[in-house]
């Protein structure tokens, strides 16, 4: 018998601020722990500095790598998304042989898998790009296109969509079924699968469309033969993307930015800058070292947060946009070496044939690594961290700050959350006692209506959340559960680290959440924070909840 034991931090180490930036001659930045960062048993704040160094964007970015590393959801977009992300070619294989099973009768994809008496619920702007960011993914790696066949089944669905023989109705904030078309159309276009006819359907006025759809339609107008007046109309749709462009010293904007959020298409700022970089990339007047393209890809990285961008699709368009971008115009190699200097600590990265860094203590939080990137943690401590490239080029430093800070407030930016945790019938009355059944009980006030949102609370290690269907089950245990009629989730997961429920729509006002657990262990369990969060493609809408230490005592013995 084999035993894999996880374990999770209760107040992780988390990146708290995050920047990548060129080292050309000597970079200084000031650096110093948060005042209410956790310390490790001997005194020293947890975490430290990462750095990590690399010639090219294409060969990596660690704040994105450490990112979907750390990423917990997982709908097929979700998977596929860090798949392709982290160019983890046997993450992508595992992703495939799952697949299928998320596919309806109609060719469609549905973020998590269908039940066999369901009606068809598969989602073209999920299959749409699914098939836009495979296609983009194995331009650059081969290994991370579609097999024909589920290639050849989605690109079905999708065509039936556009001629009207499959209709899907989602609440959505507006009508966006030309948008939905649109991105059909220019998924298809990349197989050589979409038609001049399939446009009929659509009333053409890029002028009011949002950017996504702006974007779709030039790239069907540079791939797809027979549309009329096709070289005219790209010339206008491209003018289009120019004048709502706006640049701010290196940030990057929209004009049309209020209408460009379509989160529930999973679209926005983020993805449209990305696109815009991987759409435009080798076409006159844009790859010019002097024009756009560099603002462009410039301004991409000025929206990153801590490191990353905000979502799952973003952090993949995103990445592939740079990828793209190093590989046309990054030629200038990086020689000689960068010295990593921060209080009493020094260290230094060789750029030769077998480039290497000092490697960080054994004890630190480790740096995150691409294939190429050179990484070196450094503990924490007030004072300058300076970066100095000696040689010739201009690596690309990411440099991260990582620190373990525990929420000490309930935090409200769209959800409100109220959380008790009852024994159903306790052993010692008063107390939690190893065996117990308790349940979960958790009230959540919903600011607006929004589509794929995730419930999750975690448990005490050991615990196990019932109605999973496992032997040891108990459907007496749970059948005082109530259940909230408003809103049901599309999806549920009982892991050992907590409860989670997916919403593929939860609308605004209260909602009402119960579950039931048995208490495996006795002991003190320090658990993080429950969360209520719209997390596919509107992060900044979430809530968070501290959790006290869970106490369990050991039942006495008889």
Same mark, same amino acid.
């Given at each position: 018998m +084999? #035993?894999?034991?996880?374990? *999770? %931090?209760? #107040?992780? *180490?988390?990146? @708290? @601020?995050?920047?990548?930036? @060129?080292?050309?001659?000597?970079?200084?930045? $000031? *650096?110093? $722990?948060?005042?209410? %960062?956790? +310390?490790?048993?001997? &005194?020293a704040v947890r975490g430290g500095i990462a750095v990590s160094l690399q010639p090219k964007l294409a060969d990596g970015l660690p704040g994105v790598r450490r990112w979907f590393e750390r990423y917990p959801y997982s709908c097929l977009e979700q998977q596929t998304s860090r798949a392709l992300g982290l !160019?983890?070619?046997?993450?992508?294989?595992? *992703? =495939?042989?799952? !697949?299928?099973?998320?596919?309806?009768?109609? &060719?469609l994809a549905n973020y998590f898998p269908p039940a066999d008496d369901e009606r068809p619920t598969g989602s073209p702007a999920l299959t749409a790009y699914l098939l836009a960011v495979t296609n983009e993914a194995a331009r650059q790696d081969r290994r991370f296109a579609l097999p024909d066949d589920l290639r050849n089944q989605m690109a079905a669905g999708l065509a039936n969509f556009v001629d009207g023989k499959i209709e899907r109705k989602f609440w959505a904030p507006r009508n966006d079924l030309d948008l939905e078309k649109l991105a059909a159309i220019e998924a298809l276009s990349r197989y050589g699968l979409a038609q001049p006819r399939m446009l009929g359907s659509i009333t053409i006025a890029p002028d009011q469309w949002p950017t996504s759809a702006v974007l779709d339609y030039y790239a069907i107008l540079s791939r797809v033969?027979?549309? %009329?007046?096709?070289?005219?109309?790209?010339? @206008?749709?491209?003018?289009? #993307?120019?004048?709502?462009?706006?640049?701010?010293?290196?940030?990057?904007?929209?004009?049309t930015e209020r209408d460009d959020d379509l989160w529930w298409l999973m679209t926005g700022t983020e993805t449209n800058a990305a696109r815009t970089a991987l759409v435009f990339a080798d076409a006159p007047g844009w790859k010019d070292k002097m024009h756009e393209m560099p603002r462009i890809v410039t301004g991409l990285l000025a929206f990153q947060k801590n490191g990353a961008w905000q979502t799952t699709t973003a952090n993949l368009w995103g990445a592939l946009a740079l990828g793209r971008f190093s590989r046309l115009f990054e030629n200038a190699p990086v020689t000689g070496h960068t010295s990593i200097h921060l209080g009493a600590s020094t260290q230094s990265v060789n750029w030769g044939a077998s480039a290497t860094a000092t490697p960080a203590p054994a004890s630190a939080t480790p740096a995150t690594k691409s294939a190429r990137a050179r990484s070196v943690m450094l503990p924490w401590t007030t004072g300058s961290l300076a970066l100095t490239q000696d040689g010739s080029g201009k690596p690309w430093a990411t440099i991260e700050s990582l620190a373990a800070v525990a929420l000490k407030a309930p935090f409200a930016a769209g959800y409100r959350i109220a959380?008790?945790?009852?024994?159903?019938? $306790?052993?010692?009355?008063?107390? =939690?006692?190893?065996?117990?059944?308790?349940?979960?009980? =958790?009230?959540?006030? %919903?600011?607006?209506? !929004?589509?794929?949102?995730?419930?999750?609370?975690?448990?005490?290690?050991?615990?196990? #959340?019932?109605?999973?269907?496992?032997?040891?089950?108990?459907e007496a245990a749970t059948s005082g559960e109530k259940r909230d009629r408003g809103a049901w989730p599309t999806f549920v997961e009982r892991g050992f680290d907590g409860y989670r429920a997916y919403y593929d729509y939860l609308p605004k006002g209260k909602l009402m959440v119960e579950y039931t657990m048995r208490l495996n262990n006795p002991g003190t369990f320090g658990l993080p924070p429950t969360r209520v969060e719209a997390l596919l493609y509107a992060p900044s809408s979430f809530g968070a909840l501290p959790n006290a230490p869970v106490v369990v005592k050991p039942l006495a013995a008889k």
């Open positions: +084999k #035993i894999t034991q996880r374990v *999770v %931090a209760a #107040i992780p *180490v988390n990146v @708290q @601020q995050a920047t990548i930036t @060129q080292v050309e001659g000597t970079l200084t930045l $000031p *650096v110093a $722990p948060p005042a209410d %960062a956790s +310390k490790s048993a001997d &005194g !160019m983890d070619a046997a993450q992508w294989q595992g *992703v =495939l042989a799952k !697949m299928p099973s998320y596919l309806g009768r109609d &060719g033969d027979g549309i %009329a007046n096709r070289e005219e109309k790209r010339a @206008q749709v491209e003018q289009i #993307i120019r004048a709502r462009l706006t640049y701010q010293g290196t940030r990057l904007a929209f004009s959380k008790t945790v009852t024994p159903v019938d $306790p052993a010692v009355k008063g107390v =939690l006692s190893h065996g117990d059944i308790v349940r979960g009980h =958790l009230d959540i006030d %919903a600011q607006s209506d !929004m589509t794929w949102v995730v419930v999750d609370d975690p448990v005490p290690a050991g615990a196990t #959340i019932l109605s999973s269907g496992l032997g040891r089950d108990s």
